[in-house]
């Protein structure tokens, strides 16, 4: 049996290789996947060599253990099908639809302890964006927005369109998002977007000469979200924030710096910057949640917001150097990317 595996060499360099799959061995099952989503903000910073050397991939994921290094296999959202059952694994399991968090690769072993089966109701493509809404989830619990509150969102990549959609199922009196580019900044507005201004302009999509509404740009903001994963975005943010507002920075900056200024409004005005990873679950929640009560409200997200509607590109997993590449060099036209394997022969 051969698989076909996305590995990147070194920075942007990412090859597909074709190997032997082990044997599934007792209590394991193999997977065939059908279709894997790119992470664009974790994924592009292996591609570009932006992580730091030696740190830890992800040590609550079985299949990402290990450092950042290269060679390296990656990513953590692929769909697929059980295709075989080895000794001491329930047959039923055979043909069964799951999710698992595996790198990019057409077929993989695995217990079915790590495997989601898909609910009968959630369709394989809508089932890809998992780890992307329970991001968005976790955004949730750890910004706590509130009845009336104004709010703002830097980075419409697809975790901050999902973060928006979410957010515009709460009673906010203001929801402005910023992306500097402007086919995200219409999807934005597709999501759920009150306002989506460009970065560079802070005009209105509507009308590029447009000023909006003067005290959500200029330090009213009780919630502002940075995810646009850039480090020079945090300074933007603080301008934002009102008195004793908010910064859920949820980007990873990889081994990029944020000159960050804490000397005036920051300083003054009591904001809190506030770290929110979707590895683990804020200890204040801890009593009363676990990743399997959260995964279950993320499960209802996605049949709420229909995710699938953001992919804009599909590429067979040949293509994956060309996939890495478009998103590298034309962020502008693209937000979720998605490998597909086809019918891979066993």
Known sequence: MKRKAVIFEKPFAVSVVEEPVPGAETGQVIVQNRMSAISPGTELLIYR????????????????????????RYGYAAVGQVVVAGQGVDPNWIGRWVFSFQPHQSHYLASP????????????????FVPAMETAVNFMMDGRPLIGERVMVLGQGIVGLLTT????????????????????????????AQKALAPESQGDIGDPNRIIDDKVLQG???????????????????????FGARIIVGSWYGTRRAALDLGREFHRNRIRLISSQVSTIAPEF?????????????????????????????FPVEQAPQAFDLLDRQPESAVQVVLTYGNSPM
């Open 220 to 242: 009213e903001a009780d919630l502002v979200y940075e995810l646009s994963g850039d480090p020079a975005a945090l300074n933007q943010a603080v301008s934002f924030c009102g």
């Open 165 to 192: 959609a979410l957010l515009s199922r709460f009673p906010l009196a203001k929801l402005v998002t910023v992306d500097r580019y402007a086919f995200r900044r219409q999807r934005s507005l597709e999501v759920g």
């Open 286 to 314: 801890l009593g009363r949640w676990s990743k399997e009560r959260r995964l279950a409200v993320v499960w209802d997200m996605i049949r709420s917001v229909r995710p699938d509607k953001l992919i804009t590109h599909r």
């Open 113 to 128: 302890s790590v495997l989601i089966p898909l609910p009968a109701d959630i369709d394989p493509e809508n089932a890809l």
């Open 49 to 72: 060599g932006q992580v730091p050397d030696g740190w830890p991939v992800d040590s609550t994921i079985s299949s990402l253990s290990g450092a950042f290094g290269y060679p390296l």
